[in-house]
């Protein structure tokens, strides 16, 4: 318990130093310490949580390890960092996707959810065009573009299947997993605007803070069980 609550305390120390020094114009800085804050957590996820899942793990190694490589940026092409450090990121939410997905029963979602889905698909091609318009002027249609475009594809599936899977379990594992993913989608929308709109420290600031909450909620959400299961169930049998 002590090493959990040391590991806690330093986290809040490393968030609260990235803002500052953030804030303070010290933006490279900031980026190395805001790396190695979901690596701190997937640690403590580790340390503390017993029922570990092999997804949920997988996401959590694969996220960290693209973060890290903040640290030997300097010392790799840009190429190997942008490539491997996105595919990275592209892993770990297919496996976070394959972590939620597992507890769903999709031919219940799609007899009972129609509407939802309908609503759904509207919304993920909405927000995929929009971050795609905001990147467009900024990034030629090579490989960056079709990356960009399947990094947002992937989290925007995500974020659906978290809210399916609210809908069908109803309880508070499936809620803390949707407010984690929504949390995530914001972050990156907002640090895209960061990244090619404006570098306003606010927004950095914002994005670090929605990171955090995400990972926070996405911990939480591991250490309980899917005890509920959603009367979708019984209509199927």
Known sequence: ?????????????????????????????????????????????????????????????LYSLSDLMVFIEPFISYYVSYYFGNLLYILGYLFLFLEISKSISFLAVIKNYKIHLMVLIFLNVYIGYVLQAVVNPYVEKTNEYYIEIVYNVVMLALLSVSLLNYFYRDNVKALYLFFGSICIVFAEVIWVA???????????????????????????????????THESDMLLS
């Open 1 to 61: 318990m002590f090493k959990c609550k040391f590991w806690i305390g330093f986290l809040l120390v490393v968030y609260v130093l990235t803002i500052l020094f953030q804030c303070n114009g010290y933006a490279d800085i900031a980026d190395a310490l805001k790396s190695i804050i979901l690596p701190v957590i997937a640690f403590i996820y580790f340390l503390n949580v017993k029922k570990r899942t092999l997804f949920f793990s997988l996401f959590l190694i």
């Open 194 to 228: 960061y990244t090619y709109i404006s570098e306003r420290s606010l927004l950095s600031v914002l994005s670090t803070s929605l990171y955090l909450a995400a990972y926070y909620f996405y911990y939480k959400q591991s250490k309980l069980e899917n005890e509920n």
